[in-house]
């Protein structure tokens, strides 16, 4: 059974750092690429942050410079560092795993973070 479970979402104030984290088990996951996404109420979602088997990384405009996407393959996780908060990145944030040869593809349940003050 394949689980992606996030977390580390919360309330913070604007200009304060999150760090998520995506526990993935029952995948062979140093063979995936694994994404970010988000979702803020009445908004599609959006790719936030991607980094491949090989570790390059690609990021959405609105965070460049802000947050950072990493993976530790022994842990089986994947991170994201977000820094300089803004209310505008309030949203569900949710962990993908990917394989590009079979198409699989995989979803976390979400971790909900809240920028305000």
């Known amino acids: 059974q394949v689980q992606l479970v996030e977390s580390g979402g919360g309330l913070v104030q604007p200009g304060e750092s999150l760090r998520l984290s995506c526990v993935a088990s029952?995948?062979?996951?140093?063979?995936?690429?694994m994404g970010w996404y988000r979702q803020a109420p009445g908004k599609q979602r959006e790719l936030v942050a991607i980094?491949?088997?090989?570790?390059?990384?690609d990021y959405t405009d609105s965070v460049k410079g802000r947050f950072t996407v990493s993976r530790d393959n022994a842990k089986n996780t994947v991170f994201l560092q977000m820094n300089n908060l803004k209310p505008e990145d309030t949203a569900v944030y949710y962990c993908n795993a990917n394989h590009l040869a079979s198409g699989r593809t995989y979803w976390g349940q979400g971790t909900q973070v809240t920028v305000s003050s």
């Open positions: 980094i491949t088997i090989s570790g390059n990384t």
């Open positions: 029952g995948i062979a996951f140093s063979v995936y690429n």
